[in-house]
């Protein structure tokens, strides 16, 4: 993600072969009737989704659907189809009615209340939390010279999984390093009355702008096309991605806020305050399309994430040709409030009745014990429903 690749070209060929030659050796050696993978997020799982989608077996993968922490089960790495969207259609077709609507309300309301937040929950900026990161880059030091590294491949040499102690140092002094020089950074503020779109950066590497949004995967490039393509006095804002918070070093940040008619804004801002202002959304992806759904804000959408293209506010633009034309068709979009409602509730709806909540927040990022028999059981009755209906 810094422009320059660590493999040769004819490296990465050979690992992309020997990809293939795993997947002829699975379906050898386990001739398996369906397969899980937790996502579509890297090669290997979209490998493995292309060669056994030719012999006619279903892969089926977690994905996001947005709707607070609710996971879906898709079975293409563009989430385009899987449970969430055979239920989604019999909702839209009449097939099926909405059960949970007060649910649905609820969720609703909380959002506009502030009792839901979309902003990260890792604790950026406390003095405790460094000294966790201290603790734990000292920890994974000693552990990594007192115990054998059981997922280093020689072949591949170190990865995240399997890294050196200096390659532990240096990440950890890179982040205090990225976190010391953002307090730098004069952020832009909003100006009264100024009319603006809201591109929000993603994470990265992340499977929804990696794979799904790979054309636009270069994020400062693709805010100078869209700055470019603005009309009139519109500006661009952006706003980093809080998990991003000593990741990003800071060229990348200066490179974005100084790119012409771009305003960068401190990722510190909760994006609900930003979509609520701004004109409409200009993204690839990301949970900021679903928000500014639940306001009745206008979205285009460049990437491919086949589940957001459902939602009522999205309209899909997967180049820059005719942008201008489109965002001066949408600015001042207003949304029939009758329809608008009923996809929106049936989007949700289906999130609610094929999805379950992982507790992903809490394993991740913050660490705790959840219920992973909840998780196994949820799996489980996906692959059965899959390799039993009718």
Known sequence: YSFFQNKSDN???DYI????????KVERDFNPSIIFTPNFVSLPHIIFYLYFKKKGIKVLALSDSKVGNQQIFVTDFFD???YFHEYLDKLESGEKSIENK???EDFINKYHSNKISYLTTLDLRT??????NLAKMILSIIRSITHKDLNHIKNLGYTMDSQKPYVI???YLSNIKNKISEKFIKYDVFKKDEEFAFMPIQVQPESSIDVQSVNFSNQIETARKIAMHLPGDMKLYVKDHPF??????????KKLQNTPNVKLIDFRVDSKEIINKCSLIICATGTTIFQSALIKKPCIMLGKTGTLKRLPNVFVQNSFVDLTKKINELKYKEFDSISYTKKLYNYIEASFQTGFDSGYINIWEKNLISDLDIICNKIIQELERNLYQK
Do not use: V
């Open 11 to 13: 490296e990465i060929e």
């Open 17 to 24: 072969k020997s990809l293939y030659f795993l997947c002829r």
């Open 80 to 82: 385009e189809s899987g």
């Open 102 to 104: 007060k649910k649905i």
């Open 127 to 132: 003095f405790k939390t460094e000294i966790k």
């Open 169 to 171: 140092l240096r990440n």
């Open 244 to 253: 991003m918070y000593g990741l990003r070093n800071y060229s990348y940040l």
